[in-house]
């Protein structure tokens, strides 16, 4: 079993970098820090130096990391993951730098998603300098598509310590690796991918500010403002250039009692299943209301 101490980063290529780190910035307010590399934008929401790279090239996710407590620890997933047959690689200087972590691994998990465990990740004392006043305090959560979910969390839980917090029918499964209710989410789709990048905000008022704001600048908001009954967060769900789907979210659960807790199972056909406020897409039925795009 290898224990994940936190989720990481996300790196994700982009075709039209200029208009991604734009987006990135000016609409979703994350800080532009000075990557050293052209043609690589890496994005801060909080105390590491990047939640966020993005990457000129093909259009698509690159890869989901992950931290490790220590370099032992690192070097023990490493055998680990290739006694359960996966392959393994380890990254060299220039691409641990990129990711500004002093060591990593990576491999593709049963989907195909690519998934990097690194250690030595760097933090940064200075605070915070949003782009805008987004209210964005953290890097909250990372949501992965998987064509079986069910599959999806046997792996999971038999290779991390992720445990289940919530079902929601076939369709997702959200699974926590500390006390926040979810910080891995696996929503069911035919290809592997990203399904959003998820970033708390400070307070209730800056979904709200964010969701006017959103909409002043024309971008399109997949979902929300509204309210899942899973972790009790207020989120808002809009789409980025490239069809990469961003979340802010407030007020997700902690379970405290990891004893008490038991996984509760969501009926996606159930109004309101994820949307207690029964915002437009949680009164459509069955599943497909899971998928936020549009299939192209
Ligand atoms: O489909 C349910 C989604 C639930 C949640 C939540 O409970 O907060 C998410 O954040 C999500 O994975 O998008
Ligand atoms: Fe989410």
Known sequence: M?????????????????????????????????????????????????????????????ASGFTLATEDALVAAESELERRGFRVTRGDEKEARSRRVAEFIGFDDPFGNRIELAFGRQTISRPVRLSRGSGITEFGHLCLDAPDVREAYRFWSSTFNARVSDWVGDGACLMRIDEVHHKIAVFQADE?????????????????????????????????????????????????????????????RRITDEAAWRPRFFDPDEIGAIDMWLGPKARTVSQPQLRLSDPA
């Not at 936190?6 to 990135?24: E, K, M, N, P, Q």
């Open 192 to 252: 592997p991918g990203m399904c959003h990048m998820n970033f708390q905000v400070a307070e209730l008022d800056d979904v709200f500010r964010n969701w006017h704001f959103l909409v002043e600048h024309g971008v399109e908001i997949e979902m929300g403002p509204g309210r899942h009954p899973q972790s009790g967060a207020i989120f808002l769900y809009f789409l980025g250039p490239e069809n990469f789907t961003y979340e802010y979210s407030f007020g997700v």
């Open 2 to 62: 290898i224990e994940l101490e936190d989720i990481g980063y996300v790196r994700s290529g982009v075709a039209d970098f200029a208009t991604a780190v734009h987006f990135a910035t000016d609409i979703v307010g994350l800080e532009l820090m000075d990557s050293g590399e052209p043609g690589v934008a890496h994005l801060r929401s909080d105390s590491h130096h990047h939640s966020l790279s993005l990457v000129e090239g093909v259009s698509g996710v690159i």
